[in-house]
């Protein structure tokens, strides 16, 4: 089972990037996906999360309203759309699969793992 997050760069304050993250290995059209990230000297955080319909979302109050998660089943891959970035949003972000169809936002509950992607955010 692997995953493989993709879709991170440089970016400058305000711009907007598109991250991917494909599955291989299995199916998990069953589960939940989430993506986290992790900035330089910090925890890793809580970002955003899908149930298996795609029907639920969670975000963090820090993204709200700037990131769009979404799923396509199909093609066992996860999105995370993030216009207005600010320079606070510079982390390695990673994807995540948890089994059982709700969303979840801790990390605890996530067995598969990407290798995270790095976004950079310049002012």
């Known amino acids: 089972v692997q995953l493989q997050a993709s879709g991170g760069g440089l970016v400058q304050a305000g711009g907007s990037l598109r991250l991917s993250c494909a599955a291989s290995?299995?199916?998990?059209?069953?589960?939940?996906k989430g993506w986290f990230r992790q900035a330089p000297g910090k925890e890793r955080e809580f970002v955003a999360a899908?149930?298996?319909?795609?029907?639920?979302?969670y975000y963090a109050d820090s993204v709200k309203g700037r990131f769009t998660i979404s799923g396509d089943n199909a093609k066992n891959t996860v999105y995370l759309q993030m216009n207005s970035l600010k320079t606070e949003d510079t982390a390695v972000y990673y994807c995540?699969?948890?089994?059982?169809?709700?969303?979840?936002?801790?990390?605890?509950?996530?067995?598969?793992w990407g290798q995270g992607t790095l976004v950079t955010v310049s002012s």
């Open positions: 290995g299995r199916t998990f059209s069953s589960y939940a």
């Open positions: 995540a699969y948890a089994p059982g169809g709700w969303a979840k936002v801790s990390e605890k509950e996530y067995d598969y």
């Open positions: 899908i149930s298996r319909s795609g029907v639920s979302t």
